[in-house]
């Protein structure tokens, strides 16, 4: 057995042999056949023999954990993901960036439908946005973009291209996410933007941090744009955390973007500041914006509204209002919390 194999119970077993070794040493020094030097040194031994062997104890530990971990990383590792590309998938040609949902339907899983039927285009260059009560399927929609899931029926074509006939890096290249929950890594704000296009250079970065209004936030930490964020950004705030994801969306440079409730964590003061950056960045851009704040939406060119997985209303803010319907009760109500 190699000592490497010690569990501590073995070890326990080690320190009782010790211990009746002492106690027989000691018996032999009364009966007078061994001397107290003997004896001396015999414990001595023992100690320098025990105290590597309790070592041991914890570096068995430590590698039985470390093979657990690897065997979790190998596994998850060695999943096969569902969406994956189909055999003959073209890269993804994006020339206008026009958006189309065609009978779409969706459910996570069968007994539960989320999406039902929906049909509508999104132009190129336009702004959309998408409102509607919590859990009216909007984020969904953003994931079934992205072919996070694949639709359960129905078509969703960007200029013309089934997403699915697509391959995945070419259709992920081509959108830029600012998600409800932000995924930081434990490393830099300044690597946790790069992250959006590695290859961007320091001015790039620099310039979707002042865009993201990072640039006074960073201006208060000692190590600047070098601190860390900690595991998944716990030492940054909610609004900080949406700024970087915003920063990392627009250093992207896709020509797709969605903004999934992208300014819900912010104060008033910033998310004015935001918005106006968000504007700026969607100029010539398609995008996405989902939205429960119905005020940050006003200006888009058109606003799809949600209810139970389906399309109920559609229309520009102005003539929504007119329209008397869910949007128009849904601002008046909003109006009067503010
Ligand atoms: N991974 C999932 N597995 C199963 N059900 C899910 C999953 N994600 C979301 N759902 C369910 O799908 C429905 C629509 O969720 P979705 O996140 O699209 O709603 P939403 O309109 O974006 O809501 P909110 O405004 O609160 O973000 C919800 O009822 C939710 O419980």
Known sequence: MSLLALNSGQALIIACAITALMWLGSTEVVAGTLSIGELVMINAYMIQLFLPLNFLGFV????????????????LLNKKPQITDALNAQELNISHGEITFN?????????????????????????????????????????????????????????????????????????????????????????????????????????AIAMAHLKDFIATLDKGDKTLVGERGLKVS????????????????????????????????????????????????????I?????????????LVFSKGELVEQGTHAELLIHKGQYSQMWLLQQQED
């Open 60 to 75: 068995y530990r430590e590698i039985r954990r470390a093979l657990t971990d690897l065997e979790n990383m190998l596994g």
């Open 103 to 207: 009978n779409v339907s969706f459910s996570y899983d069968t007994h539960r439908p989320i999406l039902n039927n929906l049909s509508f285009s999104v132009k190129a260059g336009s702004k959309v946005a998408i409102v509607g009560a919590s859990g009216a399927g909007k984020s969904s929609l953003a994931r079934l973009l992205y072919r996070f899931y694949d639709v359960s029926a129905g078509e969703i074509s960007i200029d013309n291209q089934a997403i699915n006939s697509v391959t995945l890096n070419s259709l992920r290249k081509a959108i830029a996410i600012v998600p409800q929950d932000t995924v930081l890594f434990n490393t830099t704000i300044r690597e946790n933007i790069a992250y959006g296009r590695p290859s961007a250079s320091d001015a790039e970065i620099d310039e």
């Open 238 to 289: 909610g609004g900080e955390k949406q700024r970087i994801a915003i920063a990392r969306a627009i250093l992207k440079k896709s020509p797709i973007l969605i903004f999934d409730e992208a300014t819900s964590a912010l104060d008033s003061h910033s998310e004015q500041a935001i918005l106006a950056a968000m504007r700026e960045v969607a100029q010539n851009h398609t995008s996405v914006v």
């Open 291 to 303: 939205a429960h704040r119905l005020s940050t939406i006003t200006d888009a060119d058109n606003i």
